[in-house]
Structure formats: structure tokens, C-alpha cells
């Protein structure tokens, strides 16, 4: 076995994967990465990483890798090679085509959660001054605009109010639709180490995941309750909560509008959220909900985390006004140990949702149609800018589709593999005129694209990234960019071509420019991170090296209360029935990362070759289905084949798979509903079906495999 090369030098920067955002020491030689190891000063990870940020990292040089630009007329065409010039030209010229046939609002962009703050930022600036409308979208919309919509409703801010560390202070860990032990595994780490402390953990998820039950973490209490009612179950909670008087009357009085406390109140109280009535409803014992939400409200410190399990869904913002509520109402807020914490999937997702990249807010959170706001940017861009919020991805393909939207710019973001309801992705993806791709690797939505920039990966490139707890962290490049530009100087040459003229110097000034315009991030330079390393927003005049704990005296609204909203269930249209009897949901592990793009191209796919479907043995048995058969799984919308294993993880009417494989088609069967406030997909609820692709020889009763199994 060849010796481990000695590196001729080493930088700190972010692993990219997840929002735990872990500080790595990324050591190379001859411009080549030998070893990544877990960086100790890190005050995310503090010395720890996961087998993504440790191992898979050589994605950077992988021979997929788009090298030089591409361009065609049309997308039936070949690709032909360009040079950077005569690429952004293009680009400029179709995107401007497009604009003249169609007028001004016909084109949009979309940024990437896994791009750097500056990148997100410039984006925006790039649909915002240089097309002129506001059809600007990123991911973080797709998994967490319910958190910004939710929290900011009840307590102000939609932002973790903790830092990790503060878990260490809590007695109680409530983790509703998030399974960190995989999702976050670094985060997951100390949470188990709080719990083999002594702390309660309680759970509700559809699924016995490896948070609820491993060697060394035991939940007391799992609410495994059938997919699509969260709210319900929230809302059942707090009934308990509320009808034996175990909310915290003194800190409602004094921190949160009391009038507001009181309609919710009554809300709740509704016999329909009795456990006795909902639990049934949801699949669950009712004695386990009122043990949750008393040992909730017990705490003394009790804390909430929470993931895409309950936002991807049509009630997702309500989910998290439940979970602002509940906090509010047992005073589980302002202080170490408690609060109510959301874990963003990838690396930036938190700054794709601060620096502007949704339609109707700039960086900051601040509306588009408020004259003030806009007339700041105004002066910061040099230019009049659209009052009128522009259109969301989905609705970009709504309006593809319907003709009126005809031409895209999207920075690493491969929609036709990620985006619910597929087919209807590529209709509209077809149906436009000019697609700008920038990616690090041709894709699937490279098929529809007329110009490929080659994009650069976090480790080629400067900037930053927000993590989860909000913590802003110096991205550094560490190997030059393959293709010879960062993603953000891709963005100034296009702005450039399109007849805006502007430079930067460096990413850092990117960054200063987007400080002087969001002031949650106004204290924050490269020359601060340099200084105490990493930074949680707000970073700020009060707060010149950041905030680790929010809400201490008020909260961020008007009159400092925290307030509370009236979550109604309305249970979701995708409902099992007797044509798709079952429901699916979706989740992750821990050796891959979302489309697996990155993981893929390194040794880690050993440990997941391909997405399998997690089904029950009753209903397995019922279908005639062995385990490790090739099924067909069939929606509404669509269906695809992945192969059957039995699964105690689930509960008997729920299957579950992953989606790290472009080859498993799963957003084949997803539907196009969404979140009523903010579109997120309802990724995490669709019924299926699951039948047999074809009989094996010699195979045929069902009652037969009941025997084998069951023996
Ligand atoms: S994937 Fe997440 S937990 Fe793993 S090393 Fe990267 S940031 Fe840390």
C-alpha cells in the first residue's frame, strides 16, 4: 500500500455538504488535494467531521468535470467548445434575444445553496440590475422557506435562535422530522452526547431512524405518525399543553402578545386536537402524545430541532408556526439550552436564504415593494429596479410551459433531477427559447441548456458560507478553478456582457459591498473572519463579533413580543387511496449528499451503490413482493423502479426511499403540491403504489413468501 503523501501546504476552509458547516484542513501537494482533515479551531465541528467532508472530496478533479464552455443553437444540436469570451457573449446575446422578443420579465436566474454568499448575492444583483424584474429563486426555497416564513411570523427571525453548543445546556431535545445522526452527522454527534448525559429525547418522525433508536442514543418517546400530519400532531401537543395548564403563563405575559396567546389558546383547546381524537388520526397513541408534550413542557430546558420533514410539505410554514408556538408557550426561548432550530440540508442553505435570492425579498429579508428598501439598493446598484416581486422557480416553469417565460440563467442547480414533478419540469425546460447552465458536470438539465459554463467547486473559490446556527465561515480556495474562474467572476462577466458595467477586486469585496446592504451581515469582512475565525449573524455595530444566543430580551418584530399563529390542520389533497394505498417519503444517509453529484465520484458510493425502497414486511407480503425485488413504484405522476427491502424502520402504509441516484427517478413521483405560503414542494407525502416488475420463476403466492418471512 502506497504511503500517504506529506502535503506542501494546507488551508482552512468549509466542508460544502451539509449546514453543519464543519471547518476543514484541506492539506495538498502540486496543486492537488492529499488529505482533509477535521480542523480543531472549528467552532461548528470543533475537531470533528463525517466521512463526506473527510473522504469525498475528489469530486474537485474528477474527469466528468466540465473543463471549458460549451455552446449551441439548439438543443438538438452537438455541443461545440468556446472560449470564455465568446461564451458569456452568447450567453449575453440570448438571454438579451430573449428579453426583446418577450419583454423584460421573460427571463430569470437561479442560484444554488451550494454557491458562496457573494455568489448568492450577485445573482440576485444579476436578475435584479441586469435584467431588470425580480424572477430570481434558489434552492433554499425548495427545503426551508417555511423556517424563514414560520419563525419570522411568531418570534421574528427565521434563523436558528441557538448555537450548537447550546445543546449541551438542554434537559429536554425535541427533533421533529430530522434524523441529524445522518442529515448532520457532526451536529448528531453531540446531540448524542447530550443524551448519553442523562437529557430526554423525543421524536416525531414517520420513521425509526437512527436518531430514535442506535447503540447509544434511545428516544423516550417516537411519534412515528403517518406522513402529511405534522400540524395535527403539533397541534395535539399543544391541546396537552394547553388544557392542563403547563404553559409558562409568566414568560407569555411578559415576552409575547397576550391577545394572540389567547386566540391560539382557544385554537388548540378544539376537541379535534384531544390526543385521544388526533393521535388515531395520525396513527398514534394518544397517552404517547400527552407524555411528549408534557416532558416537553417540563423542561426545564427544552429544545427544539427540526428538518425538511416538516417543511416539504403543503402545511410546511404551519408546521413551523407549530414549533414557534410551542416554544413561545412554555418559554423554551432567550436563553442557553432551549429555542427552536432548524437544520438546513446543504452547506448555504441559511445564506441562500439571507442574500436575496427570492423573488419578492432582497438580502436581508427586506421587500421589494417597500419604496424605502428598494431605493437603498437603487443607490448601491446604480439603477431603477422592479417594485414588483417576480416569479419563483415553479412558477418560472408554469410560465414556460403557458409561453410567457422563455429564458433561464441557473448557477449550480440541476432543477430536472431535483424539482417535484418532473415531467412538468421538462416540458417547461423544452419549451424555452435560450438556458444558461453554469455546473461543474453536464446534467440532466444540461440537455435543455443552449450555453454550459463550467462552474467551480467550494474548494476552488473564495467567499463564504452561513451554516446552520448561522455562523459565518471563510470559504478559501484551495486548488485553483479547473476551468480558470471562480463562479462569482462568471457572474460579473456576464453582468458586464449584458451592459452592466461593474468590478470587483476579490470576493471580499463582493462581500463588503453585500455587508453594506444587509444589516444583519453589516459588521462581517474577510478581515473579521481572519481575525476571530467565524462569525453567527447578527454581526453588527451591538454585536462586532456576532451573536451566539437569539432573543435574549426581545424578539426581532415591531414591538419586540414574540406572537402567536393560528395553525388550523387542513390536511393535504395527496391522500392513499385505494388506487395508491400507500405513502412515501423520502429522506437521506449519511455516506451520500442530496443527487449524490459529489459524493458519487468518490469511494463513499461503495457504501450506498443505489437507492432502495424501504417497505414493511406486511405490506410487502400483502403484494407478493420478496426482499431485494425490483418493483414498480407508480403516483399520480409518475413512476419509476427501485428495489424492495423489508424494513422495520417503517410502519405498515408507509414506504421510504433516498434520492442520491439520478438513475431512481424518485421526483418522477412527486407531485407539484406545495406549501400554501411559500411553494416549497410537499416532497416528504406522496401515495403510491408498489407492485412486482415480474414474477420470478417458481414464484407466485404471496402466501408462500408470508411463510419464509414469517417463519
Ligand atoms: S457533511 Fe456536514 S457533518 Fe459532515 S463534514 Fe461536512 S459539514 Fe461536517
Redesign the pocket.
Known amino acids: 500500500m502506497p504511503l500517504p503523501l506529506q502535503p506542501e501546504r494546507s488551508v482552512v476552509t468549509?466542508?460544502?455538504?451539509?449546514?453543519?458547516?464543519?471547518a476543514?484542513e484541506a492539506q495538498t501537494r502540486a496543486g492537488r488535494i492529499v488529505r482533509m482533515l477535521?480542523w480543531k479551531e472549528g467552532k461548528s465541528?470543533h475537531g470533528?467531521?463525517?466521512?463526506?467532508?473527510?473522504f469525498a472530496y475528489n469530486y474537485y478533479n474528477d474527469p466528468d468535470r466540465v473543463r471549458t464552455p460549451l455552446i449551441r443553437d439548439s438543443i438538438d444540436e452537438p455541443w461545440r467548445e468556446a472560449s470564455w469570451d465568446e461564451a458569456i457573449a452568447f450567453a449575453a446575446a440570448g438571454l438579451r434575444g430573449v428579453q426583446q422578443r418577450h419583454g423584460v420579465r421573460s427571463i430569470g436566474a437561479v442560484s444554488s445553496s451550494r454557491c458562496t454568499n457573494e455568489e448568492i448575492y450577485l445573482t440576485q444583483k444579476l436578475a435584479r440590475a441586469v435584467f431588470g424584474n425580480n424572477n430570481i429563486d434558489n434552492c433554499a426555497r425548495i427545503c426551508h422557506s417555511p423556517t424563514q416564513f414560520g419563525l419570522s411570523a411568531t418570534i421574528g427571525a427565521g434563523a436558528a435562535s441557538q448555537h450548537f453548543d447550546s445543546i449541551l445546556q438542554a434537559d429536554v431535545i425535541l427533533v421533529v422530522g430530522a434524523n441529524p445522526t445522518e442529515g448532520?452527522?457532526?451536529?448528531g454527534s453531540l446531540l448524542k452526547r447530550r443524551v448519553r448525559q442523562g437529557a430526554t429525547l423525543l421524536v416525531i418522525d414517520p420513521r425509526r431512524t437512527e436518531t430514535v433508536s442506535s447503540p447509544h442514543c434511545q428516544a423516550t418517546v417516537h411519534l412515528a405518525l403517518r406522513p402529511g400530519t405534522n400540524v395535527l400532531v403539533l397541534n395535539s401537543v399543544a391541546h396537552v399543553i394547553v388544557t392542563e395548564g403547563l404553559y409558562r403563563e409568566a414568560f407569555v405575559r411578559e415576552r409575547c402578545e397576550w391577545p394572540e396567546f389567547e386566540r391560539w389558546q382557544a385554537l388548540v383547546s378544539d376537541p379535534r386536537y384531544a390526543p385521544e381524537v388526533a393521535g388515531p388520526e395520525a396513527g398514534l397513541d394518544p397517552e404517547a402524545i400527552r407524555t411528549l408534550a408534557r416532558r416537553y413542557a417540563a423542561g426545564p430546558n427544552s429544545a427544539i430541532y427540526y428538518g425538511l420533514g416538516v417543511t416539504e410539505h403543503s402545511q410546511g410554514s404551519t408546521g413551523v408556526m407549530c414549533l414557534g408556538n410551542l416554544a413561545l408557550a412554555c418559554g423554551m426561548l432567550g436563553r442557553e439550552g432551549v429555542g427552536v432550530n432548524p437544520l438546513r440540508g446543504q452547506?448555504n442553505v441559511q445564506g441562500g436564504s439571507c442574500l436575496g435570492s427570492w423573488p419578492h425579498v432582497y438580502s436581508g429579508y427586506r421587500f421589494v415593494s417597500d419604496p424605502e428598501v428598494r431605493a437603498s439598493f437603487e443607490a448601491g446598484w446604480g439603477v431603477a429596479l422592479d417594485p414588483e416581486p417576480g416569479l419563483r422557480l415553479p412558477n418560472m416553469f408554469d410560465a414556460a410551459v403557458g409561453g410567457d417565460f422563455r429564458g433561464i440563467f441557473i448557477m449550480g442547480e440541476d432543477p430536472v433531477q431535483s424539482d417535484p414533478n418532473q415531467n412538468h419540469v421538462i416540458a417547461a425546460m423544452r419549451n424555452m427559447e435560450f438556458v444558461v447552465l453554469q455546473d461543474l458536470y453536464r446534467n440532466e438539465t444540461s440537455k435543455y441548456a443552449h450555453v454550459l459554463l463550467p462552474g467551480s467547486s467550494a474548494l476552488e473559490k473564495d467567499g463564504t458560507f452561513t451554516n446552520a446556527e448561522r455562523r459565518v465561515s471563510r470559504v478559501r480556495q484551495v486548488v485553483p478553478p479547473l476551468a480558470g474562474l471562480q463562479d462569482w467572476e462568471v457572474v460579473v462577466r456576464l453582468m458586464n456582457a449584458m451592459g452592466y458595467a461593474t468590478q470587483y477586486r476579490d470576493a471580499g469585496e463582493v462581500l463588503l459591498e453585500l455587508a453594506s446592504l444587509t444589516p444583519a451581515y453589516s459588521g462581517l469582512s474577510f478581515e473579521l473572519l481572519e481575525r476571530v475565525g467565524s462569525a453567527q449573524w447578527p454581526v453588527d455595530a451591538k454585536a462586532p463579533e456576532g451573536t451566539e444566543v437569539l432573543h435574549l430580551e426581545r424578539f426581532p418584530r415591531a414591538n419586540g413580543l414574540g406572537t402567536f399563529m393560528l395553525t388550523g390542520y387542513v390536511p393535504t389533497t395527496e391522500r392513499s387511496s385505494e388506487r395508491y394505498p400507500l405513502l412515501l417519503t423520502t429522506g437521506r444517509i449519511l455516506t451520500q449528499?442530496n443527487a449524490g453529484t459529489q459524493t458519487r465520484r468518490s469511494a463513499n458510493s461503495q457504501w450506498h451503490p443505489e437507492d432502495v425502497l424501504e417497505i414493511s414486511a406486511a405490506d410487502a407480503i400483502a403484494r407478493g413482493i420478496r426482499d431485494g425485488e425490483q418493483v414498480q413504484v407508480s403516483s399520480r405522476f409518475g413512476s419509476t423502479q427501485l428495489k424492495a427491502v423489508y424494513s422495520q424502520r417503517v410502519n405498515p402504509g408507509v414506504v421510504y426511499t433516498t434520492f442520491h441516484h439520478a438513475e431512481s427517478r424518485v421526483n418522477a413521483l412527486t407531485s407539484d403540491r406545495s406549501d400554501w405560503a411559500t411553494n416549497c414542494p410537499e416532497y416528504k407525502v406522496t401515495a403510491v403504489e408498489v407492485l412486482r416488475v415480474a414474477a420470478p420463476a417458481g414464484v407466485s403466492a404471496a402466501s408462500t413468501q408470508a411463510s419464509e418471512v414469517l417463519a
Open positions: 468549509v466542508c460544502a455538504y451539509c449546514g453543519v458547516g464543519c476543514l477535521p465541528n470533528h467531521s463525517c466521512v463526506k467532508g473527510r448532520h452527522p457532526v451536529f452547506g449528499y
